[in-house]
Antibody, heavy 121, light 107 residues
Framework: QVQLQESGPGLVKPSQTLSLTCTVSGGSISSGGYYWSWIRQPAGKGLEWIGRIYTSGSTNYNPSLKSRVTISVDTSKNQFSLKLSSVTAADTALYYC?????????????WGQGTLVTVSS | SSELTQDPAVSVALGQTVRITCQGDSLRDYYASWYQQKPGQAPVLVIYGENNRPSGIPDRFSGSTSGNTASLTITGAQAEDEADYYC??????????FGGGTKLTVL
């Protein structure tokens, strides 16, 4: 059973960089057929896809966040990470990592429990 | 356009059938996937591809697509189906937008 767990600071100051890591267990992050994605959800609002990475390092980012987002992968640690720069209060949200299947159709089949990040001074 | 549009809220009487829809140009080329989210919980995949259910998802959940509209149908809605439902798809540029979500109330 694949499990994902987000980790990182719960509080980030405005204009700084938000950094989160997702640790994958129960399977190798290098196994073929999967991207690894970050998704966020402001309190009381809907889901927003942030971006995805393949183990080759290939990435796709939400155009609305592209200038501030970097997603990277560390296959030796079975982890992938999110960096979001120049944060504002609008970036306060529950951040999820998810496995993103890409075998013919695309879907997020395993999710972490989410980690709350608050942007505040 | 990569936008996906959902009705904000839908209600259904207990045991009846309800359809939740998702509209977007990308759905003409790519299947939607559907996610159920209950308060305080992470989203759960309920339908993917043409009409596939992950293990553990009841067969009262089904999916379909016609033109630019994807639908999630719950046949015989149960009280435990009350939740927010989100659609997702990909677009030609490799982005994966979510719909705005539909709050399902079971009466």
């Amino acid at each position: 059973q694949v499990q994902l767990q987000e980790s990182g600071p719960g509080l980030v100051k405005p204009s700084q960089t938000l950094s989160l890591t997702c640790t994958v267990s129960g399977g190798s992050i290098s196994s073929g057929g999967y991207y690894w994605s970050w998704i966020r959800q402001p309190a009381g609002k809907g889901l927003e896809w942030i971006g995805r990475i393949y183990t080759s390092g290939s990435t796709n980012y939400n155009p609305s966040l592209k200038s501030r987002v970097t997603i990277s992968v560390d296959t030796s640690k079975n982890q992938f990470s999110l960096k979001l720069s120049s944060v504002t209060a609008a970036d306060t949200a529950l951040y999820y990592c998810a496995r993103h299947a890409m075998t013919g159709t695309h879907f997020f089949d395993y999710w972490g429990q989410g980690t709350l990040v608050t942007v505040s001074s | 356009s990569s936008e996906l549009t959902q009705d904000p809220a839908v209600s259904v009487a207990l045991g009846q059938t309800v359809r939740i829809t998702c509209q977007g140009d990308s759905l003409r080329d790519y299947y939607a996937s559907w996610y159920q989210q209950k308060p305080g919980q992470a989203p759960v995949l309920v339908i993917y591809g043409e009409n596939n259910r992950p293990s553990g998802i009841p067969d009262r959940f089904s999916g379909s697509t016609s033109g630019n509209t994807a639908s999630l149908t719950i046949t015989g809605a149960q009280a435990e189906d009350e939740a927010d439902y989100y659609c997702n798809s990909r677009d030609s540029r490799g982005n994966h937008p979510f719909g705005g979500g539909t709050k399902l109330t079971v009466l």
